[in-house]
């Protein structure tokens, strides 16, 4: 089955023909029918067919706002003068075609004046075949086609072979192509341009840079003139070249640029996240080392109340020693008052004052024995407690090592970037250097053309003289004999 867009365009170009009262062609009805069931649109093939001006005119309309074609072809159609102008007149608003091909139509003046307008008003052909007409024949015609061709900005293929074009189309059409910067490749074989068109052409290569294609064999025009057009042209292709690759190797050190911008923004960003996780793992480890202070201090607090009670104690042992000593003296006193109540109640009063006396004795050693190893066990915290000074400080240094780090590789980033700019300028002047040597030799190189065409000048000259002093002479003989 058709696509709708096709089946549309047929039965338009019918309508179309009927409403002008002519019967629509077979062969383009076939050739519309060819194209809906081949390549469901995109390329419109007529070549060949013998279109009336009818349906030149039916398709100039159809074709004004279609959207399907991109290919065109109507070469050796036999389109008449006005045929091919109703035509183009439809194509030159279309925005989609790009290839167009009127090869073999016969077209003449008024054919060069339509083209001209078409070239002058689309906006999306990129290729034109011309081959086989007549364009060239009248020079004001021809002057509204190069007119036309000045103005496109779309066009990059061009064939004008065989089209009659003479020394002053050369120079109407390179006059164009001093303004058209799009166009390039140009077929100019097989025309009549001679030497002053051969000139025209070489002098519009001097402005024309992207021309990079141009063929001129079959136009009677001398070969060092085609030689030096040539090399133009290799110039063209080399400065192209060139300039891509320049286009190239910038987008590739931008690249490079790039990517090393990225990655030491990476690593700039781990590193901080390293110093962020430290810094995290540093208050983690300075609040657990802060939690135990607190509770080697509260254990140092509940070991001095300790002491302090031990201390209390042995204070109330003491008075209690103080206390029993001043019994014992007042026993004494007792015993020296109550010495006639026998000598076993004193030997009681000593056995029991000394039981006393070892008891106390005892409890003196324990709390001795207590305190000192609370003094060990305060010794061995404060010892702890140094250690982990010593830590907090060994992280504190940890630290500033770490900013030093950072601080020395953003400056290394710093010195790539600038080692980065710098090869970017020295590739910078490097292309200048080879443009500005590339001008030189050209330069140089139309100079020693200009020098060989003055050259070959003077030699004309020379043998048209010479062979005028020949005829003169033989005319004189003639003359004499007579």
Not at 34 to 54: F, H, K, N, P, Y
Not at 148 to 167: A, C, E, M, P, V
Not at 416 to 445: C, G, I, P, T, Y
Request: glycine content about 4%.
């Amino acid at each position: 089955m058709g696509t709708p867009e096709m089946d549309e365009l047929q039965r338009s170009y019918v309508r179309l023909c009927h409403e002008r009262g002519s019967e629509p062609q077979e062969a383009v009805l076939r050739q519309l029918e060819g194209a809906r069931e081949t390549a469901g649109g995109g390329r419109l093939d007529l070549s060949t067919q013998s279109l009336s001006m009818d349906s030149c005119e039916v398709l100039g309309i159809l074709l004004q706002n279609d959207v399907t074609f991109t290919h065109v072809t109507l070469n050796d159609c036999m389109l008449s003068e006005e045929g091919s102008k109703l035509l183009l007149h439809g194509l030159r608003s279309n925005s989609v075609i790009k290839h167009l091909d009127l090869k073999g139509n016969n077209l003449r003046a008024e054919g060069a004046e339509v083209l001209g307008k078409f070239l002058r008003h689309n906006s999306s052909l990129i290729s034109l075949t011309l081959e086989w007409n007549n364009l060239g024949m009248l020079d004001d015609a021809f002057s509204m086609f190069c007119d036309g061709l000045s103005f496109n900005q779309t066009l990059k293929k061009l064939d004008l072979r065989n089209n009659q074009i003479n020394h002053t189309g050369a120079e109407e059409l390179s006059m164009a192509l001093k303004h058209n910067f799009t166009l390039q490749e140009l077929d100019l074989r097989w025309n009549n341009m001679g030497l002053l068109g051969g000139r025209a052409m070489l002098s519009c290569m001097e402005t024309n840079r992207n021309l990079l294609k141009l063929e001129l064999s079959g136009n009677n025009i001398p070969s060092d003139i085609l030689k030096a057009i040539e090399q133009t042209v290799e110039h063209n292709q080399e400065r192209q070249t060139l300039k891509r690759d320049t286009v190239n190797q910038r987008q590739i050190l931008t690249k490079e640029v790039q990517s090393l911008k990225q990655e030491k923004n990476k690593q700039f960003l781990n590193l901080m996240d390293t110093i962020d996780q430290q810094k995290e793992e540093m208050n983690r480890s300075n609040r657990t080392t802060t939690l135990r202070l607190g509770k080697l201090q509260e254990a140092l607090e509940d070991r001095k109340s300790v002491v302090n009670s031990l201390k209390s104690k042995l204070q109330m042992t003491e008075a209690n020693l103080a206390l029993s000593q001043q019994k014992a003296q007042d026993l004494e006193k007792l015993l020296s008052h109550t010495k006639q109540t026998g000598t076993s109640m004193r030997e009681q009063q000593a056995k029991e004052l000394r039981k006393e006396k070892e008891e106390s004795a005892s409890r003196e050693a324990k709390l001795r024995q207590e305190l000192a190893s609370v003094h060990d066990k305060n010794l061995y915290y404060r010892s702890k407690v140094d250690e982990l000074e010593r830590r907090c400080k060994a992280q504190q240094q940890q630290l500033f090592d770490l900013k030093q780090e950072l601080t020395d590789t953003g400056a290394e980033l710093k010195i790539r970037a600038m080692q980065a700019e710098e090869l970017l300028e020295a590739e910078k002047k490097r292309f200048r250097q080879s443009r500005d040597d590339a001008v030189v030799l050209h330069q140089k190189e139309v100079d020693h053309v200009a020098r060989l065409l003055e050259d070959s000048e003077k030699a004309t000259q020379e043998r048209m003289q010479r062979l005028e002093v020949t005829k003169l002479g033989l005319e004189e003989v003639r003359a004499t004999s007579t």
